[in-house]
């Protein structure tokens, strides 16, 4: 009742969960304002980061100013407690990189490891603010997802998200994917394909053939880099590749196309593998 008392005095908004009458001897204050009762006791064993205090009164009056969002602090604060940990599912993107900010700063590992789980469903949106995160935090298993999605941007576009150490492999990785299709590689896949045709309908043949015209002149005479081999194969009619009874010839030698491309590229993860190994055979040398 008094700290209710001292409430309506000071005319402060206070969390819905995390209130005088749940008991918590520590209060928070966060950027809007709000104040948190947190027990201390759980924060000492379930983080690491959180502002030291040392008072332990139970009825607190010393107020400890934080830099989140209430929105925040209430989803990070149920992490110090046993209990079911908080659904992140319908969470904006933002609401969630603010509580992994937090939950990094603040090192708490279980909110950590919640916010990294949602944060991959991100990726094909936002692989941009994801890698910078990541790097940041030395997240590599985020960073390998992340990677596929940003290697065929230009290195000026990112030079300064990618993490330092991983400048040197994430430009060989680049180099590699910015590669053109060697010739002998386009040169197989080619031979033949004037015999490919559609079981029923002549148009759809002059349709493909008219296609792989043109997507022979971009690889073979002009060269293509195979990080534009998938724009360049998915110009074709959607609906063209659901005929796949009468076009089925022309679906299957596309996909072939692709997969024969990709085999033989390496992935950022082994760039990182083998540069960790040149370097560390290098040190070795170097002490001799
Ligand atoms: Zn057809």
Same mark, same amino acid.
């Given at each position: 009742?008094?700290?209710?008392?001292? *409430?309506?005095?000071? $005319? $402060?908004?206070?969390?819905?969960?995390?209130?005088?009458?749940?008991?918590? =001897?520590?209060?928070?204050?966060?950027?809007?304002?709000?104040?948190?009762?947190?027990?201390?006791?759980?924060?000492?064993?379930?983080?690491?980061?959180?502002?030291?205090?040392?008072?332990?009164?139970?009825?607190?009056?010393?107020?400890?100013?934080? %830099?989140?969002?209430?929105? %925040?602090?209430?989803?990070?604060? !149920?992490?110090?407690?046993?209990?079911?940990?908080?659904?992140?599912?319908?969470?904006?993107? *933002?609401?969630?990189?603010?509580?992994?900010?937090?939950?990094?700063?603040?090192? #708490?590992?279980?909110?950590?490891?919640?916010?990294?789980? *949602?944060?991959?469903?991100?990726?094909?949106?936002?692989?941009?603010?994801?890698?910078?995160?990541?790097?940041?935090?030395?997240?590599?298993?985020?960073?390998?997802?992340?990677?596929?999605?940003?290697?065929?941007?230009?290195?000026?576009?990112?030079?300064?998200?990618?993490?330092? &150490?991983?400048?040197?492999?994430?430009?060989?990785?680049?180099? *590699?994917?910015?590669?053109?299709?060697?010739?002998?590689?386009?040169?197989?896949?080619?031979?033949?394909?004037?015999?490919? !045709?559609?079981? &029923?309908?002549?148009?759809?043949?002059?349709?493909?053939?008219?296609?792989?015209? #043109?997507?022979? !002149?971009?690889?073979?005479?002009?060269?293509?880099?195979?990080? !534009?081999?998938?724009?360049? #194969? =998915?110009?074709? =009619?959607?609906?063209?590749?659901?005929?796949?009874?009468?076009?089925?010839?022309?679906?299957?030698?596309? =996909?072939?196309?692709?997969?024969?491309?990709?085999?033989?590229?390496?992935?950022?993860?082994?760039?990182?593998?083998?540069?960790?190994?040149?370097?560390?055979?290098?040190?070795?040398?170097?002490?001799?």
């Amino acid at each position: 009742m008094s700290a209710e008392t001292a *409430q309506s005095k000071d $005319k $402060k908004k206070v969390s819905r969960i995390f209130n005088a009458n749940t008991g918590g =001897d520590i209060v928070f204050r966060s950027s809007d304002n709000v104040l948190f009762y947190v027990h201390q006791k759980n924060l000492e064993f379930m983080s690491e980061g959180f502002p030291p205090t040392s008072h332990t009164s139970t009825s607190p009056t010393e107020i400890v100013p934080l %830099t989140e969002a209430s929105s %925040t602090l209430e989803l990070l604060f !149920q992490y110090t407690y046993h209990q079911m940990p908080p659904d992140l599912d319908n969470l904006s993107f *933002q609401d969630l990189m603010d509580l992994a900010e937090a939950a990094e700063k603040y090192v #708490l590992h279980y909110a950590r490891k919640s916010c990294l789980t *949602q944060i991959k469903k991100f990726i094909p949106k936002y692989p941009l603010r994801i890698l910078s995160f990541s790097g940041e935090h030395g997240h590599d298993e985020l960073i390998y997802k992340v990677a596929p999605h940003l290697m065929a941007l230009p290195l000026s576009k990112i030079a300064y998200t990618i993490p330092p &150490s991983l400048y040197i492999p994430w430009s060989l990785c680049h180099d *590699q994917l910015n590669s053109e299709i060697p010739l002998e590689l386009a040169t197989i896949i080619f031979k033949g394909v004037e015999k490919l !045709q559609c079981k &029923s309908y002549n148009d759809h043949d002059t349709y493909w053939h008219r296609k792989i015209k #043109l997507w022979k !002149q971009r690889v073979v005479d002009e060269g293509c880099p195979r990080s !534009q081999l998938d724009t360049l #194969l =998915d110009s074709v =009619d959607q609906a063209y590749l659901k005929n796949i009874k009468c076009c089925k010839e022309f679906i299957e030698w596309r =996909d072939m196309f692709k997969n024969a491309v990709t085999v033989g590229i390496a992935d950022l993860r082994y760039f990182v593998e083998k540069h960790k190994s040149i370097m560390g055979s290098k040190n070795i040398n170097h002490s001799k």
